[in-house]
């Protein structure tokens, strides 16, 4: 599977910024599929994640109440929506796809994206 993330970029803080992931995989809806981060000189850390049908999905605590995660299945991407984005929100996204034999270790997933920065000034 090809993951290509896209939607990165320079935000204030408060601010929103909307990231696709498009995936090459013509068997997409098969996989769970996830957005990690990674912040300078830490480890990549699991932001949210969205089961095959969509209909189940999973954030970490930093992100709960400002990021959504969505898939379209028939367009193979997924997107991450996220909303009044802080400071400490600032740093590489991965798109992920797995599985399912879990949702929120970076182990759980097989295949990532190349990555797009997110920057958020304060």
């Known amino acids: 599977v090809q993951l290509q993330a896209s939607g990165g970029g320079l935000v204030q803080a408060g601010g929103s910024l909307r990231l696709s992931c498009a995936a090459s995989?013509?068997?997409?809806?098969?996989?769970?599929m996830g957005w990690f981060r990674q912040a300078p000189g830490k480890e990549r850390e699991f932001v949210a994640a969205?089961?095959?049908?969509?209909?189940?999905?999973y954030y970490a605590d930093s992100v709960k109440g400002r990021f959504t995660i969505s898939r379209d299945n028939a367009k193979n991407t997924v997107s991450l929506q996220m909303n009044s984005l802080k400071p400490e929100d600032t740093a590489v996204y991965y798109c992920?796809?797995?599985?399912?034999?879990?949702?929120?270790?970076?182990?759980?997933?097989?295949?990532w994206g190349q990555g797009t920065q997110v920057t958020v000034s304060s």
């Open positions: 969205i089961k095959l049908s969509g209909s189940s999905w």
């Open positions: 992920a796809a797995g599985r399912g034999r879990g949702i929120a270790t970076v182990d759980d997933f097989d295949y």
């Open positions: 995989e013509r068997t997409f809806a098969t996989y769970f």
